[in-house]
């Protein structure tokens, strides 16, 4: 089922799928949209799968507010009274599920972090590559942006799927400059984290964002870590089944209370 969920005067696109288990809640990427969960969403068959755009993204209209990922995501978990889930968030998706588990640990089942970005993690600081961002995104550039994402998070091939998946992000990423808040720290407290979790990550990913899994899956007590073959920062597109097996194995047979 289609929804549109609000979140303060704006709205997200939301797809809210019925089935049994713990509700699993897909969380995209910044370089793509929630598209990019098309092939692992069969797997799930029979589960209650929950999957949205972020602001700006995908279908999602534009923020005309200030939001946080973690604030929405609280909105639309309250909205569709999900009360404890398993998180699935890849890379921007990623930090948003941490986030949360950090902030309601009793509502959260498990984690899948797919390439996850950690708000807090102390990352070099990348001025050629954000000094290009910054020339493409002034002038709007959204060919150049696309193909500076492709780039930098797309090793594995610049297919169809790949490309639909940056066209589909770059104009969210203008709203979040304007409005969009950041999220509280939490690479310092990932050893608070008590949920079975597992990270995964690809071995055509960027060296820093490979850097930033490993260093995740070492803090939080009990992670398993897992090495992608092949696979870039769209873990979900370049391998469905490893992902889609992985969410199954830890939502288990779980019923949601």
């Given at each position: 089922m289609e929804l549109r969920i609000s979140v303060g005067q704006d709205e997200l696109w939301a797809e809210h799928l019925a089935g049994g288990g713990v509700p699993i809640v897909l969380l995209h990427p910044g370089i793509g949209d929630?598209?990019?969960?098309?092939?692992?969403?069969?797997?799930?068959?029979?589960?209650?799968?929950?999957?949205?755009?972020?602001?700006?993204?995908?279908?999602?209209?534009?923020?005309?507010?200030?939001?946080?990922?973690?604030?929405?995501?609280?909105?639309?978990?309250?909205?569709?009274?999900?009360?404890?889930?398993?998180?699935?968030?890849?890379?921007?998706?990623?930090?948003?599920?941490?986030?949360?588990?950090?902030?309601?640990?009793?509502?959260?089942?498990?984690?899948?972090?797919?390439?996850?970005?950690?708000?807090?993690?102390?990352?070099?600081?990348?001025?050629?590559?954000?000094?290009?961002?910054?020339?493409?995104?002034?002038?709007r550039d959204i060919e150049g942006l696309v193909q500076l994402g492709l780039r930098d998070g797309a090793a594995a091939g610049a297919d169809d799927a790949a490309v639909a998946q940056l066209r589909a992000a770059v104009p969210g990423w203008f709203g979040q400059e304007e409005y969009q808040q950041p999220d509280p720290p939490v690479y310092d407290r990932l050893q608070e984290i008590q949920v079975p979790s597992v990270v995964m990550v690809g071995d055509k990913d960027r060296p820093i964002l490979a850097a930033v899994a490993g260093a995740t899956a070492a803090r939080i007590p009990g992670c398993e870590f897992i090495w992608m073959s092949g696979v870039d920062h769209l873990p979900s597109l370049r391998d469905p089944k490893l992902v889609t097996d992985t969410i199954l194995r830890l939502a288990g047979d779980y019923e949601a209370g």
């Open positions: 929630s598209r990019v969960w098309d092939l692992v969403l069969p797997g799930l068959s029979g589960r209650r799968v929950l999957r949205y755009d972020v602001r700006g993204f995908g279908r999602s209209p534009q923020p005309t507010t200030e939001f946080s990922l973690l604030k929405d995501l609280e909105t639309t978990l309250d909205q569709l009274d999900l009360q404890r889930v398993l998180l699935v968030g890849c890379s921007m998706g990623g930090g948003t599920a941490l986030s949360f588990t950090l902030a309601h640990p009793d509502r959260v089942h498990g984690l899948v972090l797919l390439c996850p970005g950690v708000p807090g993690f102390p990352r070099p600081e990348e001025a050629e590559l954000d000094a290009e961002y910054d020339v493409l995104a002034a002038k």
